[in-house]
T-cell receptor, first 112, second 114 residues
Framework: QKEVEQDPGPLSVPEGAIVSLNCTYS??????FMWYRQYSRKGPELLMY????GNKEDGRFTAQVDKSSKYISLFIRDSQPSDSATYLC????????????FGQGTILTVHP | DVKVTQSSRYLVKRTGEKVFLECVQD?????MFWYRQDPGLGLRLIYF???????EKGDIPEGYSVSREKKERFSLILESASTNQTSMYLC?????????????FGSGTQLSVL
């Protein structure tokens, strides 16, 4: 069983839709949670960063962490074709400080 | 604009060759990492370094070694390339402070071993 599970999709939605991306994890020591976005033929770039439980909002993006359920989510409102990318969840904590564990990545396509 | 630069975007090598992948960062970051990315498997950590001349094994170090002679440069070495090392290789760096979980990635090197 992987330490971090992420549905690889692919996910295809129409422009303007609300997108929900999710990850579950098993290591209760994780306390830093991130979402990276990776465009085709590029390296991942940090999109959202959250410490411990709660919500964080940045424009059209909202990250949620539920440590009691070991479940994190990324919501994209009013999705745009430019949001088409692979989204990777990542997390760390405890003795693995600074060393991230990634999910498999979800491929998202937003069509006009 | 901060940058992590990987020397090659595409590389084709033969089985048994010694392969060097180079990575340079201009952010004065202490931490540097090498990941490989494969479809369905996500990113897996090969090696990382918290300081010059220091290295630690990640989750899949077999068949790889690394070198960090200068703070800004971190090299990944495939001692004898094999076909199962065909993959996208990503270098990353981060600072040693409260935000050292925030990795900055290069654009990757797509390595094909024939």
């Amino acid at each position: 069983q992987k330490e971090v599970e992420q549905d690889p999709g692919p996910l295809s939605v129409p422009e303007g839709a609300i997108v929900s991306l999710n990850c579950t994890y098993s290591n209760s020591a994780f306390q830093y949670f991130m979402w990276y976005r990776q465009y085709s033929r590029k390296g991942p770039e940090l999109l959202m960063y959250t410490y411990s439980s709660g919500n964080k909002e940045d424009g059209r993006f909202t990250a949620q962490v539920d440590k009691s359920s070991k479940y994190i989510s990324l919501f994209i409102r009013d999705s745009q074709p430019s949001d088409s990318a692979t989204y990777l969840c990542a997390m760390t904590g405890g003795t693995s400080y600074g060393k991230l564990t990634f999910g498999q990545g979800t491929i998202l396509t937003v069509h006009p | 604009d901060v940058k992590v630069t990987q020397s090659s975007r595409y590389l084709v090598k033969r089985t048994g060759e010694k392969v060097f992948l180079e990575c340079v960062q201009d952010m004065d970051h202490e931490n540097m990492f090498w990941y490989r990315q494969d479809p369905g498997l996500g990113l897996r950590l090969i090696y990382f370094s918290y300081d010059v001349k220091m290295k630690e094994k990640g989750d899949i170090p077999e068949g790889y070694s690394v070198s960090r002679e200068k703070k800004e440069r971190f090299s990944l070495i495939l001692e004898s390339a094999s076909t199962n090392q065909t993959s996208m290789y990503l270098c990353a760096s981060s600072r040693v402070d409260a935000t050292n979980e925030k990795l900055f990635f290069g654009s990757g090197t797509q390595l094909s071993v024939l």
